[in-house]
């Protein structure tokens, strides 16, 4: 049995995004990339310890011998994991006399802290 029906005129189907606006640009491949790195440098244990080693000290600054004994691990070691940091702008360094001060560089943290959307770090 055919069942004729009429043709009832149908309006265009208005197309919803079930997202929110971008609020700001996304990373694009390059940035992605270069903060993978960043990321990744974290992913270390020691080098997360580090980073919050230094942190935590007033000023936000600590000679290279406070790093060292905080950890059962040789010089060699320790001096690997702050170049690593250094090589991807967590940390600073300045040498006084025959130790070395490192700092967090605000900067990476800012941008570091405005990709997770928390307020930056001064």
Known sequence: MLVYMRSVPVEPLEILECSPPLARAPLDAARAAAVARVFKA???PVRLR???I???HAGGEVCVCDITGAFDLSQPTISHHL???KDVGLLTSERRASWVHY???PKTLGELSALLG???VA
Do not use: H, N
Request: proline share 6%; no cysteine; charged share 15%.
């Open 54 to 56: 230094v942190a935590s």
């Open 103 to 105: 700092r967090l560089v």
């Open 83 to 85: 170049k690593v940091l």
């Open 50 to 52: 580090i980073v919050s």
């Open 42 to 44: 974290l992913g270390d």
């Open 118 to 120: 928390v307020p930056a």
